[in-house]
DNA sequence: CCGTATCCCAAGTGATACTG
DNA sequence: CAGTATCACTTGGGATACGG
């Protein structure tokens, strides 16, 4: 994953003390909290998808928080950014290994959110 | 759950969409992001607790936090909370049938995000 | 086409004090 | 014990305009 290592459920209570805000499974929760980043993981677990592409997927969604999603994703690792320097310039995003991952755990939150 | 039907992943697109803010996975998403909700949900999953157990489990918690955080999960069908009008008074929080589920499907999160 | 740069507001959270 | 009541702060996110 993309932070430290955690303990697990049964003594999970110390990691939204101050002292650990820093940890994975903090840093997971904060990710499915952000308005845009589940269904841009969702739309990309489709195959690979242009800006535009992606833009007209998330109905409503603003410029600056597309690409403030998308960064944070690649930042994270979840998602590749591959520019073609054409002109207009051309740019891909696809799912990393650990994106499909991830995207298969928040399918199970679709799922669950439906019934 | 605790809110409106849902279309699957493949047309998942519109939820973000201000008419779509209702939506069931839009709910789910938004409780997750919020900072004590899976780590209250995680203490219950152990068993039924008292207000002040789960006070000392949740280090780092406000009373106000909280208070906040079971009554939304009350609300939402997630918690049962049971009050003995003794006194002082004893009120015991315990997972409701959908609360386990959902500690079950956090529990995924929670491996996930250890590696 | 694919972004940045500003400005601004509302919501979530924390700190603190008080109470039946 | 199990909360309420205020206040103050920070951050996420939307609106809008501009740029290579």
């Not at 960064?71 to 950014?81: S, T, Y």
Request: glycine letters at 6%.
């Amino acid at each position: 994953m993309f932070a430290a290592p955690q303990p697990d459920i049964e003594t999970l209570e110390p990691c939204g003390a101050p002292h650990h805000e820093d940890c994975g499974l903090r840093l997971t929760l904060d990710r499915l909290g952000e308005k845009w980043t589940v269904m841009a993981i969702a739309e990309l677990s489709a195959g690979p998808r242009r800006y535009r592409e992606i833009e007209r997927a998330l109905a409503g969604v603003t410029q600056r928080m597309l690409t403030l999603t998308l960064r944070r994703l690649e930042r994270d690792g979840l998602v590749h950014r591959h520019v073609e320097p054409t002109n207009p310039p051309s740019v891909t995003y696809s799912l990393s290994r650990t994106g499909v991952d991830f995207a298969r755990l928040t399918a199970g939150l679709v799922n669950w959110s439906r019934q």
